[in-house]
T-cell receptor, first 112, second 113 residues
Framework: QKEVEQDPGPLSVPEGAIVSLNCTYS??????FMWYRQYSRKGPELLMY????GNKEDGRFTAQVDKSSKYISLFIRDSQPSDSATYLC????????????FGQGTTLQVKP | DAGVTQSPTHLIKTRGQQVTLRCSPK?????VSWYQQALGQGPQFIFQ???????QRGNFPDRFSGHQFPNYSSELNVNALLLGDSALYLC????????????FGPGTRLLVL
């Protein structure tokens, strides 16, 4: 079993839709949770960073962490065609924060 | 302010050859991590360098080695290339305090024939 599981999709939504992306994990030591966006043939771009449980909002993006369920989510409101990309969740544990463990990535397509 | 830069952008090698990839971290960052991303997969941690020393290593064979220079730039070397080494190699930089927030370069796409 992988430490971090992420549905690869692809996920296709109409412009303006609310998108929900999710990851589950097995290592209860994870405390730092990140979401990266990766456009085709580019490097991952850090979108959101959350420490421990709770919600964090940044513009159209909201990250949620539920440590009791070992489940994290990224919500995108008012999705735009420019949001079409692969979204990667990543996490790390205290004392080992330099080693990010990534999910497989979910490919999102927002249709105009 | 330049972000993380990597060179070359693309590389084609044959089995058994050796390759060196280069990375310059984001200005002000002192820690460099390397990841391998196979097609359709998430990045996998190879190793991390700080103060010119390897601090952590992922589950990769000794054919993968690295170096960090006094100016914090880094190299990734892969010897005895295998077909399975074909991937996007990503460099990420961070501060040693705050390693959870890593910023990635565009990557080097390596094809082994």
């Amino acid at each position: 079993q992988k430490e971090v599981e992420q549905d690869p999709g692809p996920l296709s939504v109409p412009e303006g839709a609310i998108v929900s992306l999710n990851c589950t994990y097995s290592n209860s030591a994870f405390q730092y949770f990140m979401w990266y966006r990766q456009y085709s043939r580019k490097g991952p771009e850090l979108l959101m960073y959350t420490y421990s449980s709770g919600n964090k909002e940044d513009g159209r993006f909201t990250a949620q962490v539920d440590k009791s369920s070992k489940y994290i989510s990224l919500f995108i409101r008012d999705s735009q065609p420019s949001d079409s990309a692969t979204y990667l969740c990543a996490m790390s544990a205290p004392g080992n924060t330099g080693k990010l463990i990534f999910g497989q990535g979910t490919t999102l397509q927002v249709k105009p | 302010d330049a972000g993380v830069t990597q060179s070359p952008t693309h590389l084609i090698k044959t089995r058994g050859q050796q390759v060196t990839l280069r990375c310059s971290p984001k200005s002000g960052h002192d820690t460099v991590s390397w990841y391998q991303q196979a097609l359709g997969q998430g990045p996998q941690f190879i190793f991390q360098y700080y103060e010119e020393e390897e601090r952590q290593r992922g589950n990769f064979p000794d054919r993968f080695s690295g170096h960090q220079f006094p100016n914090y730039s880094s190299e990734l070397n892969v010897n005895a290339l295998l077909l399975g080494d074909s991937a996007l190699y990503l460099c990420a930089s961070s501060l040693v305090r705050g390693q959870e927030t890593q910023y990635f370069g565009p990557g080097t796409r390596l094809l082994v024939l």
